[in-house]
């Protein structure tokens, strides 16, 4: 593989921005140089010009590609929506060089079979490097001592409803996975009692065709605090590490360890959506903005945007679950929940860096570097010599306006649709190969399986 040389871009990288460039030898960074390249290149690392593919980065913005570590491909059964293809091209197209994938699909991943069926066709299909949660149930926690943990991430719990038999709510089962591994225990915390509990005085008092404003309500902040606190209460009894997917209350943030991220055993994860819309919204985006947990009010934003800023939050992902639209009709109580985002979450966070909200040192902290730390996933998520060149190219000058031509999720709708971002992703390298350029995603080379440094 010829190398590649990105020169005179800034790169946002460990906290600071600088101009320089960047050597990419076959799947690897070969070099990071923090000065601008003139036309002699003998002086990058003594190699000669023709031996390179020169990219002339002037005026763009380089950044290690993202890391999502929640998303729902659809692959296997559920392939109407979305599958490893086209997801993971999306994503690319986002941005996001690394996913993991949540078991829910059909059949779940909830038997190590199922497990490897997912590697296997993610090897064959995924434009992006992958991963896959193995799911718990209340009658497989026999298999934890079988699992690879340098494959796999974590198992995921479902702490509320959830499709089939996901739903994980005998003390017995919720105790051994609690305290029968030390891999890293990922939930999804909304106490159903309290959901039923809602739902049944509202259509009690209003009927069943409840609007969409009735979401959060039914989904409400005590049934996700109380679901949180009781998840964190037992990891802290058994010396889990827990770790809370997509946060949408204020209250739950007290739950987190605050301190150095390798040392914390209780973290926390916030969703672009969760950051970009609150309750208000619903009378704009409707259907459209209903995800599981619901968006809050804006003092929950708020609190979740303070929390990502003062490093409470750990990292940022994007909870992407597409449905087809028919799915997404209906009332508050039968329309599909979930929504695509991995195509358009890094420009998302980026335009609110631009707002002030965030800086893009703590975008590029909080969607690349944190989750490769959090999880010790082996030399990605940063641009640094040695690395797997995985890197995003952003074009600071070129805005993109979200529409149907240039979606590129299987279930073609965005909630984003009709949204113009400041910024857009110009180019994207998986493992060294330019994945997408300019609105293209390469047919060429697929992404790799990530490995996991566990001690």
């Excluded at 090897?123 to 494959?151: I, M, P």
Aim: proline share 3%.
């Amino acid at each position: 593989m010829a190398k590649t040389l990105i020169k005179n871009a800034l790169i946002i990288n460990e906290g600071r921005s600088f101009r320089g460039s960047v050597l990419v030898d076959g799947l690897y960074i070969a070099g990071v140089y923090e000065k601008d390249v003139s036309d002699d290149y003998e002086s990058v690392n003594g190699i000669a010009g023709g031996d390179l593919k020169i990219i002339d980065a002037s005026g763009k913005w380089l950044l290690p590609g993202c890391i999502d570590d929640q998303v729902h491909f659809r692959e296997p059964g559920l392939t109407r929506k979305g599958d490893i293809k086209s997801e993971s091209r999306a994503a690319v197209a986002g941005g996001i060089t690394t996913y993991m994938d949540m078991p829910n699909t059909n059949p779940q991943t909830t038997t190590l079979e199922e497990l490897e069926w997912k590697f296997q066709r993610a090897a064959e299909v995924s434009a992006a490097n992958y991963s896959f949660f193995f799911g718990g149930t209340n009658d497989n926690a026999g298999l934890l001592s079988r699992l690879d943990r340098k494959r796999v991430p974590g198992i995921k719990l479902f702490l509320g409803s959830s499709t089939g038999n996901m739903l994980v709510d005998r003390e017995e089962a919720l105790r051994r996975f609690f305290g029968e591994t030390d891999l890293l225990i990922a939930v999804h915390a909304e106490k159903e009692d309290i959901i039923q509990r809602n739902k049944a005085y509202y259509m009690a008092k209003y009927g069943e065709n409840l609007d969409i404003s009735f979401h959060s309500k039914i989904r409400s902040e005590e049934a996700c605090y109380a679901s949180s606190s009781e998840a964190v209460g037992l990891a802290r009894k058994l010396g889990t590490r827990l770790h809370l997917f997509h946060l949408s209350t204020a209250k739950e943030l007290s739950l987190l360890d605050s301190g150095a991220l390798d040392e914390r055993r209780i973290t926390g994860e916030a969703c672009v959506h969760h950051l970009w819309f609150c309750d208000d919204d619903y009378e704009t985006f409707g259907n459209l903005i209903k995800w599981n947990p619901s968006i809050k009010t804006a003092a929950d934003r708020q609190a979740l945007r303070n929390a990502v800023n003062d490093d409470t939050i750990a990292v940022i992902a994007t909870d992407h679950a597409p449905h087809l639209l028919s799915e997404k009709e209906g009332t508050c109580l039968t329309a599909a929940s979930g929504g695509p985002l991995v195509q358009h979450s890094l420009l998302a966070m980026l335009d609110m860096a631009a707002d002030g909200i965030f800086t893009p040192e703590k975008v590029v902290a909080k969607m690349a570097h944190h989750p490769a730390e959090l999880y010790k996933i082996d030399r990605r998520g940063y641009v640094r010599t040695g690395y797997y060149a995985d890197l995003v190219l952003i074009d600071p000058e070129q805005p993109v306006t979200v529409t149907k031509d240039n979606i590129l999720y299987k279930c073609n709708w965005s909630p984003f649709e009709g949204y113009t971002f400041r910024n857009s992703v110009w180019k994207t390298f998986v493992n060294g190969i330019e994945m997408y350029a300019e609105g293209q995603v390469s047919a060429n080379g697929t992404g790799l399986e990530i490995v996991y440094n566990y001690n």
